[in-house]
């Protein structure tokens, strides 16, 4: 079985579409693959609610009592390996992961960004492509490297910037494309596994 790693900070959105996506298109049938976990560094995670709801298993890993980035990161990634991951997905995991954590999961390390990259990296996407002026805006899934967001592109989706959009407005239009396209992509990973 190909198991799923899926690292959450918050509401968890892409991971639910991610979970109820694999069960829908009975993933662990056509493709030998299940969500074997969810991990936070937050225990307020709603997301967590929601992956306890499906049967999945939580764990939670609180990054402030770490006393580096790199300590955190080996504790994570202890705790993550003991369910043995095909996959380890980034679904609003706001942690900066170090260069060591990356090196571990090459090529199985995989995140989303609410922009269309290499445009915008980093934070406040949406409002920084409307200051440029932009006519499109969208989404990225894409392979983490040492590079904050400048990892091989797996996918992408395109919406458009509307007159009158906000960062607010447009926000929520990408959203609603993540979460038709990071379970298209993390299924079309899984094939290459």
């Not at 299940?34 to 890993?61: C, F, H, P």
């Not at 679904?91 to 390390?109: D, N, P, T």
Request: aromatic share 6%; hydrophobic share 50%.
């Amino acid at each position: 079985m190909k198991n799923i790693v899926i690292l959450i900070s918050g509401g968890g959105s892409n991971m639910a579409a991610i979970v109820k996506t694999a069960q829908q298109e009975n993933w662990a049938q056509r493709h030998g693959a299940r969500v074997a976990a969810v991990l936070s560094n937050k225990a307020d995670a709603q997301g967590l609610v929601l992956a306890r709801a499906q049967g999945i298993a939580t764990e939670v890993l609180d990054h402030k009592p770490f006393e580096s980035r790199e300590a955190f990161d080996a504790a994570l990634a202890a705790a993550i390996d003991r369910y043995e991951p095909a996959l380890v997905v980034l679904a609003g995991f706001m942690r900066i992961l170090s260069s060591g954590f990356v090196a571990h999961y090459a090529g199985r390390l995989v995140n989303i960004h609410p922009s269309l990259l290499p445009a915008f990296t980093g934070l406040h996407t949406h409002q920084r492509a409307i200051d440029a002026g932009c006519r499109f805006a969208g989404c990225t899934v894409h392979q983490v490297t040492a590079e904050l967001d400048l990892g091989p592109i797996v996918d992408q989706a395109v919406v458009p910037v509307l007159p009158g959009d906000t960062a607010d407005t447009l926000a929520a239009r990408v959203l609603t494309q993540e979460h038709v396209m990071y379970p298209r992509a993390v299924r079309a990973l899984l094939q290459t596994l």
